[in-house]
């Protein structure tokens, strides 16, 4: 048993020794790589030519151009024109837009993906409590309204 301990006791102070030499080493290696880091430093880096930039005659600074400024009112407008739709029949209420995703929602669960709807038509029949849709002007069915 005593055999056993002094072999553990001597692996222990053989890995105690290399763990300090490597620190040692390691010590040395970034005191080498610290001195050369600040060597650089001192240098002077050389001067790059930088040329004068070219200005384009008759127009202000910071001026947008045309197609810019119709592109950004195109843009304000179609997001301004998007209405909310409801529908109301009697003490029921629904938005047409919760039709169209329930729509939707019905043509993927039957094995088609949503991105090859190219039309979709829908017919509101707040009596039968029902949206009709036409989708792709090939495939049709119903939904509730509300």
């Not at 006791?9 to 030499?21: D, G, I, M, R």
């Not at 090859?116 to 029902?130: F, G, H, M, R, T």
Request: no cysteine.
């Amino acid at each position: 048993m005593a055999n056993a301990k002094d072999t553990v006791e001597a692996v222990k102070a053989a890995a105690e020794k290399k763990v300090e030499e490597t620190a040692e080493a390691v010590r040395t290696v970034v005191e080498a790589v610290a001195a050369k880091a600040e060597d650089v430093k001192t240098e002077e880096a050389p001067a790059e030519e930088t040329k004068p930039e070219k200005k384009r005659p008759g127009r202000k600074p910071g001026s947008k151009n045309k197609a810019t400024k119709a592109t950004e009112k195109v843009t304000a407008k179609k997001e301004a024109s998007t209405p909310e739709i409801y529908v109301q029949f009697g003490a029921s209420e629904s938005s047409v837009q919760a039709a169209v995703d329930r729509i939707k929602a019905e043509y993927v669960a039957q094995g088609h993906r949503a991105s090859s709807i190219k039309s979709l038509k829908v017919y509101l029949k707040p009596e039968d409590n029902a949206a009709y849709y036409v989708i792709n002007d090939k495939l049709a069915g119903r939904v509730d309204l509300f």
